[in-house]
C-alpha cells in the first residue's frame, strides 16, 4: 500500500525554525517528484514546494520563496522541508504529497498524507 | 503567476442532481488541469487530471472538460458520499496554484 506519513509539526515562536519529515513506503520513492501542500485553518490549499526524483528541479511558492528549503533522501524514502524565520500565517496542515511520475513539471499529486499541523504563535 | 477562479465557491444540491463546478485560469495552462476532492479530516484525492483523465478509482458519473483557460468538473448524479469540497489545480506553471474550492453541500 502505497503511504506517505508527516512528522515534525507543532507549536513554534515567530521566527523560529521546523523541520518537516514525510516517510514514503509501498512504491519506489525515488522514481517520483514529490511535493508539499499547506491549508491554513478556514482556508484552501495551498502548493508549498516541489523536488524532482532527482533533486535537480526544485519549485517554491512566492509566500516561502527564501525561507523554506525542499530536500528528499531517496536512500531513506524521505522528504523534508525545512522552514526558517516562520510567521504566522505560515500557521497550516502540511501536507505530503508524491507526484503521479518523476517530473516536478506537468504532473498532478495522485497521492496525499493525513498532515502535521504546523501553528507558529508567541 | 496563474490565478485559478473557481465557481461557485459552494453549492446546495441534492442527491441524483447533476452539478457542474467551472475554473478559470487567468492565463493557458494548456490542459495540465487537475481537480481534487477533499473530505474534513482527510487527504485530498486526486479526482482527474490532464483535464479529463480519471484516476482508477474515480467513478464515471465524474467529468471534466477544457483546455486552455475553461475547465469544468461535472458530476452527473450525485451520490451521498460526493458531498466534499473540490478543488482545480494547475500544474502548468511554477508556482502550482489552486482555485478557492467548491464547497459541495446537502440541500
Known amino acids: 500500500e502505497v503511504q506517505l506519513v508527516e512528522s515534525g509539526g507543532g507549536l513554534v515562536q515567530p521566527g523560529r525554525s521546523l523541520r518537516l519529515s514525510c516517510a514514503a513506503s509501498?512504491?519506489?520513492?525515488?522514481?517520483?517528484?514529490m511535493h508539499w501542500v499547506r491549508q491554513a485553518p478556514g482556508k484552501g490549499l495551498e502548493w508549498v514546494s516541489g523536488i524532482s526524483w532527482n533533486s535537480n528541479s526544485i519549485g517554491y511558492a512566492d509566500s516561502v520563496k527564501g525561507r523554506f528549503t525542499i530536500s528528499r533522501d531517496n536512500a531513506n524514502n524521505s522528504l523534508y522541508l525545512q522552514m526558517n524565520s516562520l510567521r504566522a500565517e505560515d500557521t497550516a496542515l502540511y501536507f505530503c504529497a508524491k507526484a503521479l511520475n518523476h517530473l516536478l513539471w506537468f504532473n498532478p499529486m495522485d497521492v496525499w498524507g493525513q498532515g502535521t499541523t504546523v501553528t507558529v504563535s508567541s | 503567476d496563474i490565478q485559478m477562479t473557481q465557481s461557485p465557491s459552494s453549492l446546495s444540491a441534492s442527491v441524483g442532481d447533476r452539478v457542474t463546478i467551472t475554473c478559470r485560469a487567468s492565463q493557458s495552462s494548456s490542459n495540465y488541469l487537475n481537480w481534487y476532492q477533499h473530505k474534513p479530516g482527510k487527504a485530498p484525492k486526486l479526482l482527474i487530471y490532464?483535464?479529463?483523465s480519471l484516476q482508477s478509482w474515480v467513478p464515471s458519473r465524474f467529468s471534466g472538460s477544457g483546455s486552455g483557460t475553461d475547465f469544468t468538473l461535472t458530476i452527473s448524479s450525485l451520490q451521498p458520499e460526493d458531498f466534499a469540497t473540490y478543488y482545480c489545480?494547475?500544474?502548468?506553471?511554477?508556482?502550482?496554484?489552486f482555485g478557492q474550492g467548491t464547497k459541495v453541500e446537502i440541500k
Open positions: 509501498g512504491f519506489t520513492f525515488d522514481d517520483y517528484a
Open positions: 490532464a483535464a479529463s
Open positions: 489545480q494547475q500544474s502548468y506553471s511554477i508556482p502550482w496554484t
